[in-house]
T-cell receptor, first 116, second 112 residues
Framework: AQKITQTQPGMFVQEKEAVTLDCTYDTSDQSYGLFWYKQPSSGEMIFLIYQGSYDEQNATEGRYSLNFQKARKSANLVISASQLGDSAMYFCAMREVDNYGQNFVFGPGTRLSVLP | DAGVTQSPTHLIKTRGQQVTLRCSPKSGHDTVSWYQQALGQGPQFIFQYYEEEERQRGNFPDRFSGHQFPNYSSELNVNALLLGDSALYLC???????????FGPGTRLTVL
């Protein structure tokens, strides 16, 4: 069963406008972490923002904020004041942890295109 | 402070061959994880190495194996390559098995 769902394969946004990228997740764990990564065409995964399941406030990092709705199991990324350099693939990921270590489960991604 | 480095950047192999990919973790990190990212998909976890042992493994066949060296660097080996092994292979390092993961730039493998 897919644990991370990103329903928007592609999104367009006008430069300087805000955009929301959707992410829903499925887990029975009480403690988990949610991440958003940006992947430009070069391939490197660039960390954007993190939200812990027990964090009471939504995470913010500069122009990035995470709209965390725990009961709905959603963790949407909001990018304010979009820039041309924001054009890239965006991945939502959930960290799975057990006694042996951790791994990340990634969603299928959303391709964001910022229009001038 | 060097980040995670991977080599080679690109690689072309033919079906049935074997390939070795290399990863040097970020300075101070001792744990390495490997991910496979097929075209148009999100990365999938292959395995994690800590203290030179495989600690966790994703749903990948035994053709995928790895190694971690005393200096914490790691290799990913894939035997009997299939066309479906064509992908971007990402390495991530962390301090400890549960530390924050930093990703490398990846190695793009093409199997013909």
């Amino acid at each position: 069963a897919q644990k991370i769902t990103q329903t928007q394969p592609g999104m367009f946004v006008q430069e300087k406008e805000a955009v929301t990228l959707d992410c829903t997740y499925d887990t029975s764990d009480q403690s988990y972490g949610l991440f958003w990564y940006k992947q430009p065409s070069s391939g490197e995964m660039i960390f954007l923002i993190y939200q812990g399941s027990y964090d009471e406030q939504n995470a913010t990092e500069g122009r990035y904020s995470l709209n965390f709705q725990k009961a709905r199991k959603s963790a949407n990324l909001v990018i304010s004041a979009s820039q041309l350099g924001d054009s890239a693939m965006y991945f939502c990921a959930m960290r799975e942890v057990d006694n042996y270590g951790q791994n990340f489960v990634f969603g299928p991604g959303t391709r964001l295109s910022v229009l001038p | 402070d060097a980040g995670v480095t991977q080599s080679p950047t690109h690689l072309i192999k033919t079906r049935g061959q074997q390939v070795t990919l290399r990863c040097s973790p970020k300075s101070g990190h001792d744990t390495v994880s490997w991910y496979q990212q097929a075209l148009g998909q999100g990365p999938q976890f292959i395995f994690q190495y800590y203290e030179e042992e495989e600690r966790q493994r994703g749903n990948f066949p035994d053709r995928f194996s790895g190694h971690q060296f005393p200096n914490y660097s790691s290799e990913l080996n894939v035997n009997a390559l299939l066309l479906g092994d064509s992908a971007l292979y990402l390495c991530a390092s962390s301090l400890g098995r549960w530390g924050f993961q930093f990703f490398g730039p990846g190695t793009r493998l093409t199997v013909l």
